[in-house]
Structures are given as structure tokens and as C-alpha cells.
């Protein structure tokens, strides 16, 4: 398996995987799904096998980068979609982006894309979908936070691979800080066409029953011949899957669910780079939220301590 494990198999925190299956060895860079798969790889269909994971997926939920919510809908968009480049281990990782420089006042940033970034249709990836894809993000209520310091109206596509990224002010962190979460590239930048260059395509599926991935034929391949993404609501429940064989893989699992997993499966953890949000979002353009004084009071009525000791155990 490549691509750093398929991201260390989307890097979730939390995440169970059966020991007994090469699976378990995602968070190394070999190893196919299921025992049977040799790491190679191909984009026409591996010797990999199934991959079933079981994931959180919230009714009604999308493949939209922009718009996901749940950690099962975040699966599928990493199968789908490359990014100019993610947070894996800490650190930022290239994927679309050859390279990423800044001039001296890091308020212009230049990205050059990879000369082999293929769309599953087969056509190039190319910097107007790159700009495109950045600026419909920019524009979306849910995921418009973390391009927050992007200026769309003065970035550019300088040529076919090369991308001018200008700042509303000056940031030494815009890789790891702001590209980092939010940088997925779709044809056209359009997410509802369903073509990116990640290492799969959607074959069916839904957000109430999950989804069914095979290999991008345009793209080098992870060493699986097929991805499942199951919803399976309940965290408990995950993690019995794992354990019985069910599923492969499960994410998202809160300390309590992980305290009752046994061998032969094992616990995996994202660390910081698997950081997670859960966000209350505010119209300010209507009343009473257009009143800062009103935002202010909702922010402490949220008693911080309790919160943190509830949701980490």
C-alpha cells in the first residue's frame, strides 16, 4: 500500500483495526487488504481485496469536501479526492502540489502541481481546477473557515501547473494551518461531477447505507481492489464489528468503545493531526447574532472544563 498507507488508512483517531488481517498493517507503508495483497498496487484493480470499513455517517450526508459532516462521509472524499496537500503524522504531506513557496512576506504563496495529476475521466489536472476548487470551498458556510485567509479575487492560475495564492495577510503557517484541512481538488471544481484524482471511484451508494469504491484507473493504486464504507451509527457497535471479523477497519471510536476492544484487533491513534471540531454556527446576518454581544454570551455559556472531561473521558 502507498500514498503513506493509503493515509495511514485515513488517519482517524481512535480507529480499530483486526490484527489478524494485513489491514492492521496499514499504518506501515505495505501491506493489502484483507492478507491477500502484496502492496504493489494498480489503478485497474490490485491483488489487494476488500476493504470494509465501518464509519459514522450522518443522514443526508454528502461527498462534498465543503459540506461533509460525518467521519464515514470523510473516508470516501480521501478515496475520491486528492488534496494539494494533507496533514498526515504532524506533518503536511504533498499530494497534488510538486511544490509550495512563499515569497518573502508570505502573503503570495506558489504552488506547482505534479507534471502525472490525472482525474479519474483521464483528463490532467490542471491549476484552473485547482483555483476553482479552492474557491468554491471558500465560499461554503461549513468548510470556508479554513481558507478564511485566502484572497480568491487576486489568486490566479499563472499556466497549466502553476498556482498564485494570494493572502489577505501574511501567514508563515498557510501550508500546515490552512491548505492542510481544506485543499481538495475536483474537476471544474465541481464536487457533485464526482471526478478527482484520488485513488478510487464511486460505484454506488448512500449516506444511509454507505458506499462502494473501486480503482481509479488513472491512478497508481493502494493495493485494494475495493473499498466499503459501511454506516454503522453506533460506536460500540464499530468496534464489535472489527473484533467479529464483520469490517476491516472502524473510526471514530470514543475512549469508552476503544476500552472494550480485544485481540486479535487493535487500536490505532491520529494524534493531533486528527484534530476534530464539532461547530455551532451563527447567521450573523440576522438578528440576534448580528450582535457581537450576543455571540460573546453564547461562547460562555460553554463550561470548557466539563466539556473537555466529557468528551476525552
Avoid at 10 to 23: D, E, K, N, P, S
Avoid at 100 to 108: F, H, K, L, Q, Y
Avoid at 195 to 208: A, R, Y
Wanted: with cysteine; aromatic share 6%; charged share 20%.
Amino acid at each position: 500500500m502507498d500514498r503513506r498507507g493509503f493515509l495511514r488508512l485515513i488517519a482517524v483517531t481512535g480507529a480499530v483495526t483486526g490484527a489478524g488481517l494485513a489491514l492492521g498493517a496499514c499504518a506501515t507503508e505495505d501491506g493489502g487488504a484483507n492478507g491477500t495483497g502484496t502492496g504493489t498496487g494498480s489503478g485497474t484493480g490490485g491483488d489487494g481485496g476488500t476493504v470494509r470499513v465501518a464509519a459514522m455517517v450522518s443522514p443526508g450526508d454528502t461527498l462534498d469536501p465543503a459540506a461533509a459532516t460525518s467521519p464515514g462521509a470523510w473516508v470516501g472524499i480521501f478515496a475520491l479526492y486528492d488534496s494539494l496537500v494533507v496533514l498526515l503524522d504532524n506533518e503536511p504531506v504533498s499530494q497534488l502540489a510538486e511544490s509550495i513557496t512563499s515569497n518573502d512576506a508570505a502573503d503570495v504563496w506558489t504552488v506547482r502541481l505534479r507534471p502525472d495529476a490525472t482525474f479519474s475521466d483521464g483528463s490532467p489536472v490542471t491549476a484552473e481546477d485547482a483555483l476553482a476548487s479552492l474557491v468554491y470551498t471558500a465560499a461554503s458556510p461549513m468548510a470556508g473557515s479554513f481558507l478564511a485567509p485566502l484572497d480568491t479575487a487576486a489568486s490566479r492560475a499563472v499556466d497549466e501547473r502553476t498556482l498564485e495564492l494570494h493572502l489577505s495577510a501574511p501567514r508563515a503557517d498557510f501550508v500546515e494551518a490552512v491548505l492542510a484541512p481544506q485543499s481538495g481538488v475536483f474537476k471544474d471544481g465541481d464536487p457533485d461531477s464526482g471526478i478527482g484524482s484520488g485513488p478510487f471511484v464511486l460505484e454506488s451508494g448512500s449516506s444511509e447505507d454507505g458506499w462502494v469504491f473501486t480503482p481509479n484507473p488513472h491512478h497508481p493504486g493502494v493495493g485494494i481492489d475495493r473499498l466499503e464504507v459501511r454506516s454503522v451509527p453506533d460506536p460500540d457497535a464499530r468496534a464489535r464489528a472489527v473484533v467479529s471479523g464483520d469490517v476491516d477497519y472502524a473510526n471514530d471510536l470514543p475512549v469508552t468503545a476503544a476500552r472494550t476492544v480485544a485481540e486479535p484487533a487493535r487500536i490505532t491513534e491520529g494524534g493531533p493531526a486528527d484534530s476534530k471540531a464539532l461547530g455551532l454556527i451563527l447567521n450573523t446576518r440576522v438578528a440576534p447574532f448580528d450582535d457581537e454581544r450576543v455571540r460573546t454570551a453564547f461562547k460562555l455559556l460553554v463550561d470548557r472544563e466539563t466539556l473537555v472531561g466529557t468528551v476525552l473521558g
